[in-house]
Structures are given as structure tokens and as C-alpha cells.
């Protein structure tokens, strides 16, 4: 570690270590909790890329294992810079800190825009793409209240709700969370929306790589990513199974507040709305209702996250496992996750030796992570 | 007590006896309330008459007290056949059964039509007067799947959400409450409905006389006649100090369910429903909401009530109290309600004397009684 001040808000990462971990995270099925897995277990990212090759292969992947390399990375690097993007780590100043908090949080965020507004308290404002004018105007009328209240307010840049809660916190700060590279924005229409936000006192972020196109796989992370950086997330009209519910339920899942603005019955876009304030959601019928709740919420100083390179103490080769022990994990794995603890206690061996496995079998792309620490074994297994 | 069979479903009035219950309910100042402690103390209300003049001038009645007389009740008797109506008391086979069960239900219910339909397990729904079109519709809905689950469907005549929860259930069966007598139903453009209702599986009902004409502070009184009928109240539209929202409170305090329709918080139609629903009122999107809520409650048999006029042990003059006992009841009381208990503990007096002496300042005119049994001096003391 060096430059950067140490405490409560991080410690800032080399050049080196940046592309070290940008280079890790780009590998092949390294996601962020094997990146944490990683370092922990190597110390350093730089580390970890060395040890990748033979992971993968005892984890017993089907096909070559690809490293991300150090051009690749600068490239990356350099597609922010023309950007005008940076790369911020988990363990960094910068990096907002309700989003550190979260099970898998990515280590790397590109940023685009006023860097302090990813330091704000963050509401989270979604909704319908097909918003009505009282929703699109309740949403604004929320937004607005909340920049005021010294609120940054997160959304995901789509048209309606989303679109009115960015433009109505245009002046006090708004985050959009990008499903695609920061390069990528979409939906087109929202360009200059957008534009507008990273040029003013918002910002732009994004977990994926730059040149990616967000598919439609990928906007559920999307939705994790407003829902991890915002200590509470507004819905204002959502249909049965729409992306805003799933935006809630990672907002559930990481204790964060959930709000509901309610709606008639009879309108399609009231329905997931009225669902989340039968799962209990907080009943919002103006902006004082969220304000109150969230008030005590943005007194906290936020502990830092577990994913630091540490002084000292690295390890460059990985330790050894044994193919007893590999079977014995494949063995005690099926489709349905499970946690890592019952893995352990099932197999007898130790939890070191079973993180390691498990990153093994997901470097190979043959785990599956799910929420609260749970692994399955892929699928087409 | 003579003919009709006892047990759960009660025992049938005498003519005689019901010319007396409807004298005393008439007579000055005898509220629900002091009808029970009449009945309790003096074991008839043929007793009770003769003693209320001697009461009242104890209590210190300011003006000459009016007993009603055999002819007044006779005559309301033959207002009531002529109508078409009947008067049930508390305690006999056709009283409604959940009505029976709060404090202060009327000693005799008018009641013109089906008659059975006072004995089914009743679902109330109220709401605006001025309701959305997608209100009614979903009154509509509501009214209509729980007549079909076999609920009598309440509701107050009113117009809007009213009207279309009697409409959707005129087949299946269902209550209108008065604020007025049963011969003067309001509004006048729902006198044709009522006459649906009361010729078909409906009925009408009224705790007030036949000829009063209704006035706006005894509505809240038939919103308590609904939700004290009801199992449980759906609220469907209601904005800020609504009647609807009486209705809701008076069920709440009578621990019935409070079913809420959530709304656009833009529509001040909504505002009531939205606030009840922060009140925890059951988020309604549908009748299935309801519906499931409500099947455990209507498998109860309820017991019957403490008004009824015991076998044997009558006393027809009041036993007596003092002046100076009398003076520590006025002096005790204020004009903040308090508990009946508290006056006991606070003056010393026996329970029985200071149910009496309360009684006595009741009937003089100088006791308001108010929910959950609490007391207090009328204001113009």
C-alpha cells in the first residue's frame, strides 16, 4: 500500500495495483466474491493473476483459461481516460460507502462525473419505464425533496420514472448506474440526460467493462448496484415482476429501506407497488415519509469492507489441494445452493482448504454464487 | 322472559317488554350505555321507567325529565308495521350477532327486510361520496366476490363507493344503515336502492326513531352501526377526516379488521386510505385479500351480550345514593374523559354506587360517555 490516507474512508491504490485488479476482475469467471477470495487468499491481485491458470485448471475447467492481460488493462484504462472516467477500488477514498458493505460488491466502479457525489448519503428512486404523468411527476416531487435534504439520488437512467427522478436532482446530484460500459449508455433517448448529469454535480457508474453492451442479463445487476450504494430505495409504480422489484429486493436483502408509493389496484402499474407494501415496504405518499426514515440511517460512519491488499503477509503460489478433497466437495454440492458453512462441517475440511476449492470450481466456471454466500454447482454440470 | 328459545342465539321480548325497552331507550338522555345499567340495576326496563324521574332529579336534571309514554312507543310501533320494519332487541334470535359484541350497541335495532340477513357474518364497505369511477368499480369487485363467498356486504346508502358496494350486492344480500329512522332513508336519489334492498335478500336498518330525520352529527353514529355489524370494513377511497375514516376507526377500536384500497398519493381521494394503510390497515388489491383475512373470523360463534333482562330478582326502585357521595362523583369528574375503575379507586365508593350515581348524571344530562367505557362531565357543567 502507499499513497492515500488510511482510516475510515480507505487507502488509495498504485497505478500498478489498479491494473493489477482491473486485470483480475476481467479474467475469465473471476466475479467479486472469488476477486475477494482471491486476495485474500494471495494477498495481492498481482499475486492471485499468477495462481489463476492452475486453479482454473485443478477446478477442472473445460476450456483454455484466459488471464486478462496488462495490455488489455491499460487499454481499459485508457478507454476511461477518453471517457473521461476513472476506476475506483472497493477499498478506496471514493468509493461509495454503502455499496462497500454489500456481499459481492464489485472492487473496481468506473466513474464519470462529480467523484464526491458517489461520497453522499444515495436514495434510490425506480419505477415504471412506462410511467404515468403521477408517477413520473410523484417520482420528481421525491427526488427533489431528497436532493434537497442533501440526498445524492441513484436511478438507472431508463425512461420514465427513472428519467424523472435524475432530471428533477440534476441541480443537487443524481448517480446513474449503467447495465453497460460507461461507454454504452443506454436507453439512446437518455444520452443527453446523461450528458448532463456527469458534466453537472451527478456522476455515472458502471461495473462493466468499458465497450461492453448491456444485454438484458445484465440490467439485474444493474439493479444491485442501485440498490447496494443507496441506504434506502424509493418505488414509485412497478408492474408484477418488473426489474424495479427485483431493484427492491436486493435493497431487502442488504437491509436497506424499502418504499412503496401506493396506487390503484385496477392500474397494472400499481401492482408490484402494492405487492412490496404487502411484503412491508414503507407506505410513501410524499417525500417527508422517506426523509423521516431514512434520517438516523445517514448519521452511521461506515465500516470499511473486507477487500484491502494487506501489508506484508502475500503468497504467490497457491496452496495445495487434493483431488480427494475436490471430489468431496463436488460431492457434497448439487443445483441447490447451499452455504459454505454446511459444506464444511459436511466434508470435514478445513474452511480454508473449502474457499479454495470453491474458487477453484468457480474460476473453471463450474460454481454458481448466490445471495448470503449460497453455491451450487452450475447447472450443466 | 318468556317464549323463543335461549341459548347462543338469545331469547325473544315479550310485546310488553318491548314496548318497554323502546319507552326506555326513548326517554331522555338513556343512551345504549345507561340502558345497560338500567337493565343491570333495576333487572326490567318496566322497572327502569318508574325510577328514571327520581334518577334524573338526583342527578340534578336541569329541566323536567321526559319519560316516554306507552301511547309515544305504541305509536312508533305502528310507524314501524306500516313501514314494513321491526324492532329486534339485543338479546333476541335475529340481533345482529358481531353488533351485539361492542360497548354501547343499541338495545333495539329497527330493521326492515330479509331478516336473515342480519344473522350472516357482514363484510363493510364504505368510502367517498365523490368516488373515481376505478373506485367504484373496485367497491364493485369487493361487494360482489364477498357476497359470493357469503358475506352480507354493509354499507350507509351514502353516494359513490356506498351505492355501488349495495349495487354489486343486491343478490347476494345486503345492509344498509340509517343515520336517520328507517322512513326517512337519505339521499333521496337512493330511495329507489334502498327499495331494491329491502325487497329483496337485503336489509335496512336504524338505531334512531322512525320519523327522525337525519342530521350531520348522527351520521358517525350509523358509521359505528357499520362497523360494529361488520366483521371487518374496507375502505375504499377515503380522503383526510372523512366519515369513511370513522367508520374505519370505530372498527379498529372494536378490534374488527381495517382493510384499506391503496391510491395514487396525487389523488386526495386517496390520502385517507393511504394514511390507514400507515396505520397498518391490510393492503387491499383485491377481494382475495379480504376474503382471506375474514375466513378465520367468521367461523366464531359469538356470545351473547350482557343486556338482557333476568328471571326473577327485579327491583323497581332505585337503591338509594347520597348527596354527599354524589358531590365526590362531580367533583372527581372533569371534562377529560376517564375510566369508570379510576373513579371507584379515586372516591372510594363501591362499584355498584358509583355506576348508579354515574347513571344518575347520565339520565340528568350531565355525563358524556365516550369509547372504551370512559366518562367524563358534559362540557356545559
Known amino acids: 500500500m502507499s499513497e492515500g490516507s488510511a482510516g475510515r474512508t480507505g487507502v488509495a491504490l498504485t497505478e500498478r495495483q489498479k491494473i493489477s485488479w482491473l486485470r483480475l476482475i476481467r479474467s475469465d469467471n473471476v466475479g467479486p466474491i472469488a476477486f475477494r477470495d482471491l486476495i485474500n487468499h494471495f494477498g495481492t491481485a498481482e499475486n492471485a493473476l499468477d495462481a489463476l491458470p492452475e486453479l482454473s485448471r485443478r477446478g477442472g475447467t473445460k476450456q ?11 487499454r481499459e484504462l485508457e478507454a476511461a481516460r477518453r471517457c473521461g472516467a476513472v476506476f475506483i477500488g472497493i477499498g478506496e477514498p471514493g468509493y461509495p460507502a454503502a455499496l462497500r458493505q454489500i456481499d459481492g460488491a464489485p472492487p473496481l466502479l468506473a466513474m464519470k462525473g462529480d467523484l464526491k457525489a458517489a461520497t453522499r448519503p444515495s436514495l434510490g428512486i425506480v419505477g415504471s419505464r412506462n410511467a404515468s404523468v403521477s408517477g413520473a411527476k410523484f417520482a420528481a416531487m421525491i427526488a427533489r425533496d431528497a436532493g434537497r435534504a442533501g440526498y445524492i439520488v441513484t436511478s438507472g437512467l431508463a425512461r420514465g420514472i427513472d428519467t424523472a427522478a435524475h432530471r428533477a436532482s440534476l441541480e443537487t446530484g443524481t448517480i446513474a448506474a449503467l447495465a453497460g460500459g460507461l461507454d454504452r449508455p443506454y436507453p439512446p433517448e437518455n444520452i443527453g440526460l446523461l450528458d448532463e448529469i456527469t458534466a453537472g454535480r451527478g456522476l455515472a457508474i458502471s ?8 444485454r438484458a442479463r445484465d440490467f439485474p445487476r444493474r439493479n444491485r448496484l442501485i440498490a447496494g450504494i443507496s441506504l434506502g430505495v424509493a418505488v414509485v409504480e412497478a408492474a408484477h415482476r418488473s426489474g424495479s422489484l427485483i431493484t427492491a429486493r436486493y435493497a431487502a436483502d442488504f437491509g436497506r429501506l424499502v418504499f412503496a408509493v401506493p396506487g390503484s389496484p385496477l392500474d397494472p402499474r400499481c401492482h408490484g407497488t402494492n405487492d412490496l407494501l404487502k ?13 423521516e426514515a431514512m434520517a438516523p440511517l445517514s448519521q452511521f460512519e461506515l465500516p ?24 468431496a466437495i463436488v ?17 470435514g475440511l478445513s474452511p480454508a482448504q473449502v474457499y479454495l476449492l ?8 463450474r460454481l454458481d454464487r448466490h445471495a448470503g ?7 450443466v454440470e
Chains 1, 2 share one sequence.
Not at 64 to 74: C, D, F, G, K, P
Not at 373 to 379: D, E, F, H, R
Open 64 to 74: 483454455a483459461y484466459r488471464v486478462a492481460t496488462v495490455s488489455e488493462a491499460e
Open 207 to 214: 461495473e462493466m467493462p468499458f465497450g461492453w453492451e448491456p
Open 279 to 291: 411484503q412491508g415496504a414503507i407506505v410513501t405518499t410524499s417525500a417527508d415519509d422517506v426523509l
Open 304 to 327: 470499511l469492507p473486507s477487500v484491502r491488499e494487506p501489508e506484508g503477509q502475500t503468497q504467490s503460489s497457491p496452496a495445495a489441494t487434493s483431488d480427494n478433497d475436490r471430489a
Open 331 to 347: 460431492h457434497a454440492l448439487g443445483p441447490t445452493p447451499v452455504e459454505t458453512d454446511d459444506v464444511v462441517r459436511h466434508t
Open 358 to 365: 470453491l474458487l477453484e470450481l468457480d474460476l473453471a466456471g
Open 373 to 379: 454466500g449460497l453455491v451450487s454447482l452450475t447447472s
